[in-house]
Structure formats: C-alpha cells, structure tokens
C-alpha cells in the first residue's frame, strides 16, 4: 500500500500536464507556435537541426552546453534555438554568454529559448552553486525591491542582466514560477512572445515586463497562485499599468489564472490589442469600458459567471470584434450584441438566453456560426433567424423549444446546419417534415465547411490570428451523421420536392430527436410520427366519423332531439355553458395525473400566458416586450393552431406545469371563444390539482357580470386582477402592478427555482 502511493507521488510531477481540459478559444501555447512541443522538445525543422541544441532532460546542462558547442562536428551556423527544459534546474544558468566556435556568445544568436518544466519555486536557502559573475550593484538593487514583499527571488539572476540581441520567443511555462521580480526581461528588447503558463505565479512586480517594447504575446494561463495556507488564490499584480508601456501587445492569453481584482490591469491595453482570452479565470466584474480602447477581434469571457452583470465587458467592440465566446456566465441580454456586424462567430452555451429580438439579430449582418446550446430559448415567432444572411450555423440544443411549427421550419430553411435536440417538443406532423427535410437534403446535397475571415500577415506571430473556432464547428460538421437514408425512397422525395429548404442536422440521433405524444401519452422519436398527410387523413377520417353518428342520432332519436331542442333553446345560456363544463370535465379526466407538482419542482418558465387569438397583437407588442425585455420574465407561449385542435392539448398542460405562474388574458373574445373557455377550465383545474395558487387574471376590457362564465366570476373574487387601461398613462401604473404581483410570485418560489 505504501510502496503504491510513493510510486504514486513520484510519478505523477513528472507526467502532470496542467492543460484544462475545457479548451478556450486562444487554445494552448503549442498551438501558436511551431518549434517546440508541449513538453519542451525542440520541434523544428530537419534544415534548422543545426542550429539548435536540445539539452532538455540532461542534468548536467553547463558542461554539457558547453560540450556542444565547442563540439568539432558542429557547423559554424550560427545557434538559434535552445532547449533547457526539464532539467531539474533550480535558477536559469548563467550560460548565455558561451561561445560557439566561431566565438559568438549565445546572447547574441539564440531567438528560441525554452526553460520548459524546471523548478523556479522560491528557495531562501542557497540553491545549487553557479559560477556566476554578477554585477554587484545590480544584485544588491533587486534584494531592495524585494525586501518589502519579505522574499527574495533569485531564480531569474542567470539571465536577468544578460542583453539578448535577437531574443524573439521565450518559454518559462511549468516552471513552479512564484514570483516575476521587476526588470528581468530588461535584456531582452526584441521579444516577441512570453510564455509564462502552468506556473505558480503569486506577485508580479509592477515593473515585470518593463523593456518588452517589442512583446506581441503574454501568455500567463492556467496559473495556480497558492497562499500560505496552501489554499488557491489570485495573482497579485502590483501596478494596475502594467501592460500599458506594451504598446506592441496584441494578444493576451490569462486562461484559468485566477485574476481576483487584477483586472484594472486590462484597463491598459491598447489601440492594437486584438485577442484576449479570461476563460475561467474567475472575474467577477470588470471596469466599465475596460476594452473599449482595442481593437478586439477574439475574445473569451466563458466562466466567469455575472461578468456582465456589473459592466459590459462587450461596451466599445462592436466594430471590431469577430468571435465572442462567452459560455456560462449568465448571459441573458441579447441585446449587449446590438450593432456587432463584424461578428461571425457566437457561441453562448450554458447561459440565460430566451428572448431574441429582431432589431439585435438584424444588425448581425456578418454572423455565420450561432451557438445557444443549453440555453432557455422557447419557440419563437418568425422572422427571426432567417433574417440573418450569412447565418449557417444554429444550435438551439437543450433549450426550452416545445413546438416545432411550419413557420420555425421556414426560419431555418436556408441554414447550412442546425440542432434542435434535446427539447420538450410536442409531436406534430411538422417535427416528423423537420427530419423529414434534412434527410432529403442530405440525398441531394454535398457537406461543406464553414469559412470564417482569414487573416494573414506573414511577418507577424502565428499567436495573434489563432483561434479554435473555425476547426471546432468544422470538426461538428465532419463528425455529423448522414442521414440520407432516412428519406431515401422515391415517396419520400417527391413528397417534399417542392420545399426549397436546405438545412442538414449537426447531431442527429434517433433517440435524441423525441418529442411527447399526447395520445399515447409517451416519448416518440420524431421519425415515428405520421407526415402532414396521413395527420390530416386521419383529421377528416374523426370528422367523417362524428357526421355519421350524429346522424344515426337524428334518425332514431327524432322525438327524443326535438324535446331535448325545446329544452335547450328555453335554457339556451344556461345549457351552452352546461355542455362546455360537461366536456371539458370529461376531456380534463383523460389527461394524465401523474405529474402533480412536488415540493422543490423545477420550473422552466417564470409564467404560461393564455390568450385568445384575437388579442394575440396586444400580447406581441405589449406584454411580450414588457415581461421578456424589461421583468425579465420568461414566458410560456404556445401558438396555438386551430387545425390541429386537441392535438396541442398536452402541449398546454405541459407549459402549464412548466410555469411558475398561470396568466390569462381575458377579452371578450376570449369568453365567446370555446378553446379560450376551455384552457381557463383548464387553468383552474391544474391549479386545484397542483394545489398551486398562482393564478394572474388580466382583463383587456371590463366584463359585465352578465357576461361572466361562473368559472370566471368565482375567478375574479378569489384571486387578483388587474385590468388593462384604455388610456396610456395609466398604462405605466398597469405594468407596476403587473410586476408586482409577478415579483411576488417569483420571491414565493425563490427556493424551489434555478434561477
Ligand atoms: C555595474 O552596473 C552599473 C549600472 O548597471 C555600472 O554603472 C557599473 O559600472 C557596473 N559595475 C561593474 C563592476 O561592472
Ligand atoms: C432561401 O434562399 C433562397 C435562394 O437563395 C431564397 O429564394 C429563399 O427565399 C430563401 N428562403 C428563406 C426562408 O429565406
Ligand atoms: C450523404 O450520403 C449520400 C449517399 O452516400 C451522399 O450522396 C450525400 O452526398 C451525403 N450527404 C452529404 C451532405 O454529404
Ligand atoms: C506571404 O507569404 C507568401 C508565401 O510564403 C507570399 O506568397 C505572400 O505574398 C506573402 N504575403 C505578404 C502579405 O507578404
């Protein structure tokens, strides 16, 4: 058991890659650079061998430099690649200014150094012995610096008063790194990029990167700082203009390095910034405008939940920025993205997403790649997404969807490539058309890639124009089924043969693309359900059915009609409503009983609106905008289609248990409708059933009680109502009180919610 955990122990410092698994949009350092590999191995090309020395793994690296250099089967090239890496090295060796045979100092040659993988942690005690001729002063300068901190750091002497002519990439990554004195870069004024990853960076000097005129790229990702206690904590940045004198910065990778309050050091970056990644690195808020002086192109915010709650992060970039990735962080405002027309690519999973207006998405003319898996976006009301031009790329995966209509399909015709999986949809004909569609067109159609912008500038670092997102929407496509067979017969083609739809499905799965049956009351796959035809076969088959009974009834039953006729035109009022309980009574008992709500229900919508057809205008321009916009309500809506009558029966039921709170809109047309009658029975039966009492009544239009069904009359003295006003300035008073009681609603079910 021991001897286990010792092998253990020893083992794993040695093969621990610190790489998050989670990739963020600037990737890792190998993937912007070309000469050496993750573990610190010189990659570079065969004709290059010559002018590189890899001593990474040797112990004994100051002879053995020495040795190479010096050797006789060495060409005069001059050296320009070095690797120190892994060599247990507890400072850098003052090794820089060795000679080669044609006498020329390494300080003077070498453009690549890597320092991969040794261990820099600060020691008080006396460390190995170099022969090392220091300037004294210099040596007693850094001491006073550090004096105030109460540590000394000593691990960067053996290069820090070295001046490196032509020093053009640097890597210290995994290097147990704790402090980053002032100065110590000071020798190196051709630096390009700066690896400093994978380290335990506690304290960076203010004056750090002081003499970087010409740095590019800074990368200090996936930092672990730990304090005393050995607990994680943040970086400490001394000087909030620390990147400020970096005029030449133009990419910044602090990927899972934990910021804490250090971000008003991104107040100082400048005009020809472009690429910056504070994937998981815990931010919490950022200084107002912080970004706006860029030229942000990349950026990726993911993880850092409620960054934009205090401040847009996003204020200032809408001219320039290309690729936002901003998963999990609560993103809810769609809107933050108004007037971004350069961006092509957004990917927004895990987030608050339910309301997508027009206006934003009409001014992302340039976006190509829209990705909202995981979000609580319902079904929405065309147009929305076909009114993006250059959109090829959707997915609305695991999102609150719970319709698929002929409309949604038209929406997404011309997409390349969409997802709709993982939603609560409702069987109909058109869930069955969707998949229907896309197997066709994968019959008739090729696969392409999506293209983004391509930048090229061939004297710059690869660093600055890298991004994964390209490949990784591309590497979705490549991996996607084809699902051709799915529609292959010659009925099927010609059956769709005049829809001039082209999407194809990303993730298509036949147990992934279910929808809720409400007759057979289970999950179906979407393939299982019958096509618009056979649906509206089988419509015309009831109807032919119920003409027929009903006349056998006439037949043998003429007397018994003729009373029951007399009867009901005496009670005319009275029996109309009678008959409509009676079914609906009869109807309700069929629908299943088992989802009764529990304590700690989750809900998926804050509130389920029912309303009639004939106010559904005063429901799109002012109910809608004011709860989804301004109360940040989500809402339930489900667009109701007469055609398919019952069938969207469950539907109801299922936005009705999925709603926190029930709203009917009631008009006078409302109560002439039947339908209308029918969901407000239905409302006050769930609620009986669920023994929920969050019930909000809002009448357009005053109801005398002549005009009141006995459900509403009973509705309106037990619970609140609130009555639309004619005139608009009462109407703000209307909206307070509407908020209100939503609010109140939402505060009573606050422990039982996500949200
Ligand atoms: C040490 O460096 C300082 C300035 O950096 C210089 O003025 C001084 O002459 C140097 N001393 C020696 C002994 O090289
Ligand atoms: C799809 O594209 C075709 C041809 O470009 C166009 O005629 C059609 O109107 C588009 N459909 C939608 C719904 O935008
Ligand atoms: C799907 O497979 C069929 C048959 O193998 C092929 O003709 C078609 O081009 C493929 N579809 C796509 C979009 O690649
Ligand atoms: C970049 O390099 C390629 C070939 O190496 C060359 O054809 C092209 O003209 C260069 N572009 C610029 C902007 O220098």
Redesign the pocket.
């Known amino acids: 058991m021991i001897l286990k955990i010792l092998v253990f122990c020893c083992i794993l410092p040695a093969i621990a890659l610190p790489k998050d698994p989670t990739v963020c949009l600037t990737g890792y350092m190998t993937d912007v650079q070309k000469w050496v590999d993750e573990f610190g191995t010189l990659t570079v090309e065969p004709n290059e061998l010559d002018r590189s020395i890899d001593l990474s793994t040797n112990t004994n690296v100051v002879t053995m430099l020495q040795k190479n250099l010096q050797s006789p089967y060495r060409s005069n090239a001059d050296i320009r690649y070095l690797s120190l890496a892994r060599c247990n090295l507890e400072r850098v060796p003052p090794v820089f200014d060795q000679r080669d045979t044609n006498g020329r100092p390494l300080r003077q040659t070498v453009e690549y150094l890597t320092l991969y993988g040794n261990n820099f942690k600060d020691i008080s005690a006396p460390g190995v012995q170099y022969d090392i001729m220091l300037n004294a002063t210099d040596v007693v300068e850094t001491h006073l610096e550090y004096a105030k901190f109460g540590e000394k750091s000593i691990w960067s002497t053996g290069f820090q008063y070295t001046t490196f002519a032509v020093l053009r990439e640097f890597d210290l990554r995994a290097c147990s790194i704790e402090f980053i004195n002032g100065l110590i870069f000071k020798g190196m004024p051709n630096l390009e990029a700066l690896y400093l990853g994978e380290n335990n960076i506690k304290y960076i000097h203010g004056k750090a990167f002081v003499g970087l005129n010409n740095l590019i790229h800074l990368d200090l990702s996936r930092n672990k700082a730990y304090d005393k206690n050995g607990g994680l904590t943040s970086v400490t940045m001394e000087s909030a203009d620390l990147f400020e004198r970096m005029s030449k910065l133009r990419s910044l990778d602090l990927s899972f390095t934990e910021m804490g309050r250090n971000v008003r050091v991104l107040s100082g970056l400048g005009k020809e910034f472009q690429r910056l990644s504070l994937c998981g690195s815990k931010v919490r808020s950022v200084p107002e405008k912080a970004l706006s002086g860029t030229s942000m192109k990349y950026l990726d915010i993911s993880g850092n939940y409620g960054i934009l709650e205090n401040s847009n992060i996003l204020a200032g970039l809408e001219d320039t920025l290309e690729i936002l990735y901003a998963n999990e962080v609560g993103f809810e405002h769609f809107h933050y993205l108004y007037k971004f027309s350069k961006l092509e690519v957004l990917k927004l999973t895990n987030n608050e997403v339910m309301l997508i207006t027009k206006r934003v998405v009409a001014s992302l003319t340039s976006l190509k790649v829209l990705d909202l898996e995981r979000n609580r976006f319902g079904s929405w009301i065309p147009p929305i997404f076909?009114t993006m031009p250059n959109l090829r790329f959707l997915s609305l995966k695991d999102n609150n969807l719970n319709l698929i209509s002929a409309e949604i399909i038209?929406?997404i015709?011309?997409i390349s490539y969409v997802s709709l999986s993982g939603n609560n949809v409702v069987c109909n004909c058109h869930s069955r058309e969707f998949i229907d569609l896309a197997a066709r067109n994968d019959n008739e159609q090729k696969q392409t890639l999506i293209d983004l912008s391509i930048h090229t500038d061939n004297n710059t670092l690869k660093a600055i124009d890298y991004h994964i997102a390209e490949s990784e929407f591309n590497s979705m496509i490549e991996l996607r089924a084809n699902i051709s067979t799915i529609c292959d017969t010659e009925k099927c083609k010609k059956y769709y043969v005049d829809r001039?739809h082209?999407f194809l499905i990303i993730d298509y799965d036949i147990h992934s693309y279910v929808c809720f049956h409400e007759y057979k009351n289970r999950f179906m796959s979407f393939i299982n359900v019958k096509t618009c035809k056979d649906w509206q076969r089988s419509l015309e088959k009831v109807r032919n059915l119920d003409t027929s009974t009903n006349l056998v009834l006439l037949l043998t039953l003429p007397t018994t009609l003729l009373l029951l006729l007399l009867i009901i035109f005496i009670y005319r009022r009275k029996f109309g409503y009678f008959f409509v309980t009676m079914r609906n009574s009869a109807t309700l008992s069929l629908i299943s009983r088992t989802d009764i709500n529990e304590e700690g229900k989750i809900y998926n919508y804050d509130v389920f609106v029912s309303y009639c057809n004939g106010d559904r205008n005063w429901m799109l321009d002012h109910l809608l905008p004011h709860l989804e916009t301004e109360c940040s309500v989500s809402v339930c809506l489900h667009e109701r289609d007469f055609q398919v009558g019952l069938s969207i029966l469950e539907n109801i039921v299922s936005c009705m248990d999925r709603s926190r709170t029930i709203m009917l809109v009631i008009s006078k047309q409302f109560l002439r409708s039947q339908w209308c009658q029918f969901e407000m029975h239905l409302a006050q039966h769930r609620l009986l059933e669920t023994r929920r009492e969050d019930l909000i009544l809002v009448l357009l239009e005053e109801i005398p009680r002549s005009l009141r069904p006995t459900t509403l009359h009973y509705l309106m003295l037990t619970k609140t109502y609130i009555v639309w006003p004619k005139v608009s300035s009462e109407q703000t008073v209307f909206w307070k009180r509407l908020k209100k009681s939503l609010v109140v609603q939402q505060r009573k079910y606050k422990n039982t919610t996500l949200a």
């Open positions: 076909s038209d929406d015709a011309n001039d082209r």
